[in-house]
DNA sequence: GCAAATAATTCAACCTTCAAACCATATTTA
DNA sequence: TAAATATGGTTTGAAGGTTGAATTATTTGC
């Protein structure tokens, strides 16, 4: 009913969607280019960057059930991106780990948008780039306001400046 | 190789990625509160927030083809949340139009991502809403660069404050 | 040892997505 | 006007994604 500040908040949602937009169509150009399906890439990525992880831990970092994983890794064996360790620990776990196959087609493909924005946001000046930092960390915790394990993964291949696990 | 700003790109990336997942997640909950499918829940926003839509425009905006809208539609059709009227103008249009159902629905759905969103966004002093925005829009020009047509729905229901189409 | 909990898989059902083929209408061109 | 072409939508068939429930194997607790 005020007036005070009108339409920011419209604004703000415009850009957010303009972003989830961006970056679901990029998605899927991305994971067809490396000829998965973007849920099998998200899963080849993930795996890749921590070196061994359970279908469980997969399976909530994505926020799906385990079925769904187990499907998904089924399609990644079958093509030989990854493969299944059973754990000495436990058991009852199964490691799933990239192969050297896997870890090529993430190596080599083509981070159009990652290039982009990483690009860009290298172009910005330094308060900028904080600036940015901190509002999108805001918007963030504005959203999830929930205990999350992000790694920096937003498509593939790590980022540019060296930061190796 | 410089060391100038080292992690910032990473910070960046980690938020965005957990706004996604943020929203994503979310997205799934919605629909499933409203008995829907995420998809055929993003076909009713737009439908219902644009007065009218033809499958075309819908499959535009969505970034889907025409036939993944013919399937939504029909769903949604079965479900009596919209209806299909032939385009007078051109016969070879149909409009899609939501029902009084289809509309009831989408004013009950609870919206609390964007509740939680909205409200927070509204706490924030003038000059943090608007390097928000500004910030916001700033990343969606590095990430789409693209024309795209977004309009304010993130979620459902109208923004708060009052804006009728 | 035995019951309960946990990790993963299998199964059946449903949803999304798309390319290609197809139908109807509109537009252009001869 | 008739034919060719373009456009909007739908249908069909195939490939996936996703899940809950049931199942198997293992671990944990008593």
Same mark, same amino acid.
């Given at each position: 009913m005020s007036i005070s500040a009108p339409d920011r908040t419209d604004e703000s949602l415009i850009a957010?969607?303009?972003?989830?937009?961006?970056?679901?169509?990029? %998605? #899927? $150009?991305? %994971? @067809? /280019? *490396?000829? =998965? &399906?973007?849920? @099998?890439?998200? *899963?080849?990525?993930i795996v890749a960057e921590r070196r061994s992880v359970t279908p469980k831990a997969l399976a909530n970092q994505m926020g799906v059930s385990q079925a769904t994983v187990t499907a998904l890794v089924d399609k =990644? *064996? +079958?093509r030989g991106m990854v493969e299944r360790i059973p754990s000495e620990q436990d058991r009852r776990q199964t490691n799933i780990v990239a192969t050297q196959v896997g870890s090529a087609h993430l190596e080599n493909a083509? !981070? /159009?948008?990652? @290039?982009?924005? *990483? /690009? +860009?946001? %290298? #172009?910005l000046r330094d308060w900028e780039q904080a600036q940015?930092? &901190? &509002?999108?960390?805001r918007v963030a915790d504005m =959203? $999830?306001?929930? $205990?999350? !394990? /992000?790694?920096?993964?937003?498509?593939?291949? $790590?980022?540019?400046?060296?930061?190796?696990?």
């Open positions: 957010l969607r303009r972003i989830l937009r961006a970056t679901e169509l990029f %998605a #899927r $150009d991305l %994971a @067809q /280019a *490396v000829g =998965l &399906s973007p849920a @099998q890439l998200r *899963v080849l990525q =990644l *064996v +079958a083509p !981070d /159009a948008l990652q @290039q982009r924005y *990483v /690009a +860009a946001f %290298a #172009r940015l930092v &901190s &509002s999108l960390e =959203l $999830d306001a929930q $205990d999350i !394990d /992000a790694s920096p993964v937003l498509t593939t291949g $790590d980022i540019q400046s060296g930061r190796k696990g």
